[in-house]
């Protein structure tokens, strides 16, 4: 079995089917900022570690907060918004489960 590189032809066609599809669902709710929100903030819970834990969390609340906070967005602005969170979301799932796999010892205060 022998492995294939994608070729330039099929990255091109992922961003232009990603293009499209950003423009069909570029209207972006409150309501998904609170659930992507809320699906961050259960994310960064998962750390084992204290100091990351707590830092994500209150990060992630932050800058929720004081973006739901101006009522002056534009619709470029909240999909930018949007996209830059679910990155972040997606960046904090992934360490909180290398995080898993290579436990280390507890602080004194978690005990």
């Known amino acids: 079995m022998?492995?294939?590189l994608p070729?330039?032809?099929t990255f091109s066609y992922i961003q232009n089917t990603t293009t499209l599809l950003k423009n069909h669902f570029s209207k972006i709710t409150?309501?998904?900022l609170k659930e992507l929100k809320k699906k961050t903030a259960e994310e960064a819970s998962k750390f084992t570690n204290y100091?990351?834990?707590e830092y994500f969390k209150e990060r992630?609340?932050?800058?929720?907060?004081?973006?739901?906070?101006?009522n002056e967005a534009?619709?470029?602005q909240l999909t930018q918004f949007y996209d830059d969170r679910l990155t972040e979301y997606e960046m904090i799932k992934r360490q909180a489960l290398i995080g898993k796999l290579y436990p280390e010892q507890k602080f004194v205060t978690e005990n």
């Open 2 to 4: 022998s492995l294939t």
């Open 7 to 9: 070729t330039q032809k």
């Open 30 to 32: 409150t309501k998904q």
């Open 51 to 53: 100091n990351f834990r």
């Open 60 to 70: 992630s609340n932050e800058m929720f907060d004081e973006f739901l906070s101006t």
């Open 74 to 76: 534009s619709v470029e």
